[in-house]
């Protein structure tokens, strides 16, 4: 996946995503099986989030925690039955989600490491319904549920779900049929005015909602209740891995949480920056930060004080200049058909 595609650039591909429709080779994302007979109980003792709250036919985003709290991943869930749970990890974290799964998983229960064996395709934006439509394939189907349909006699998954905010579905492919699908889904979007579209455009458009990031605003070091990803955590299950150290975090309410700043100048944030306020106390740290497209301005994510209120104004150090920022609450635009 390239950062951005010849004849597009990240601003023509972010703005295909918030008003017509882009097309994402999202493919280096992992993937695995759990199957067996109490398979999604067992990935509900596992991951952050409560499978319960949610039926066969559905996803659900979670989180895989260290016993410390800190997050191994963060993932979405597919939810085929009792006994099969498909799971979309971050590539760079599939090894290790799969073999804490294999350690943990009792008699009956396997599960399996597909990372070469499917595609991921998502196809985001406002018209992506009508696109999907004249592949004659399902939508209308809930956010964050998925369906079965064919492309070009290949076998999918669409799944209403995606990175971006705008309206969209992911499709799960073989990876054998993954070309023919891309030209295909390429040919039906042209009337709509499809754009083949990188990770710059894919780090904009996710930055200007607030999602998180693996590596920047997940990691070992930060936990979900850092990244205030509280609502992905099921805190009334029995258990789940890091369950004792999220507790304690949210009821001590000590550590950094994730806050947005939004530039009052010409600065551009990066992620590393010292957040500091006008006395040149340190408050925290950007943990990404870019120019937004749709506002025109610079924007960051950044683990702040738990003292820092909504409104506040800080300072970034921003190549040798002071930049004003305002603290604020992501998301930081409200996209054109925003999923619910």
């Given amino acids: 996946m390239p950062l951005e595609y010849a004849g597009g650039g990240v601003l023509a591909e972010h703005k295909a995503v918030r008003e ?4 994402f080779d999202v493919s280096h994302l992992g993937k695995a099986l759990v199957r067996g007979t109490g398979a999604a109980a067992f990935v509900n003792e596992c991951f952050t989030n409560d499978l319960e709250r949610i039926a066969p036919g559905k996803a659900q985003y979670t989180l895989c925690c ?5 997050t191994v991943d963060d993932l979405i869930a597919y939810l085929r039955s009792d006994f099969e749970v498909f799971l979309i990890p971050n590539a760079a974290n599939t090894a290790a989600v799969v073999e804490r799964l294999q350690a943990a998983a009792p008699e009956g229960v396997e599960v399996t490491d597909l990372h070469r064996d499917y595609a991921i395709l998502a196809i985001q934006g406002p018209l992506s319904d009508e696109v ?3 592949l004659e394939l399902p939508v209308e189907h809930e956010y964050m549920s998925f369906a079965d349909g064919t492309i070009a006699g290949h076998d999918v998954t669409v799944c209403r779900t995606g990175y971006t905010g705008e309206r969209g579905y992911e499709l799960v492919v073989p990876s054998a049929s993954a070309l023919e ?4 889904v390429i040919a039906a979007g042209e009337p709509f005015g499809i754009r083949a579209c990188g990770l710059g455009a894919r780090d904009t458009l996710r930055t ?12 070992a070091e930060i936990s979900p209740v850092m990244a205030r990803a509280g609502w992905a955590i099921g805190w009334k299950k029995p258990t789940f891995w890091g369950k004792e150290a999220l507790v304690r975090q949210r ?4 550590v950094r949480t994730l806050r947005g700043l939004l530039s009052q100048g010409r600065g551009i944030p990066r992620p590393g920056m010292s957040v500091e306020d006008e006395a040149g106390v340190e408050l925290g740290e950007i943990t990404s930060g870019t120019f937004s497209p749709t506002l025109r301005q610079g924007i960051a994510l950044a683990l702040l004080e738990p003292s820092v209120e909504d409104g506040a104004t800080v300072v970034v150090d921003v190549r040798g200049r002071s930049e004003l920022f305002t603290v604020t609450k992501p998301p930081f635009v409200q996209p054109s058909t925003k999923e619910s």
Wanted: charged fraction near 30%; aromatic fraction near 6%.
């Fill in 181 to 184: 699908v891309w030209d295909a």
């Fill in 251 to 254: 009821e001590e309410k000590t």
């Fill in 132 to 134: 999907l439509e004249s």
């Fill in 208 to 219: 200007e909602m607030g999602y998180p990031l693996h590596g920047h605003e997940l990691s």
């Fill in 20 to 23: 017509a429709v882009g097309l």
């Fill in 66 to 70: 260290d016993e410390d709290g800190g």
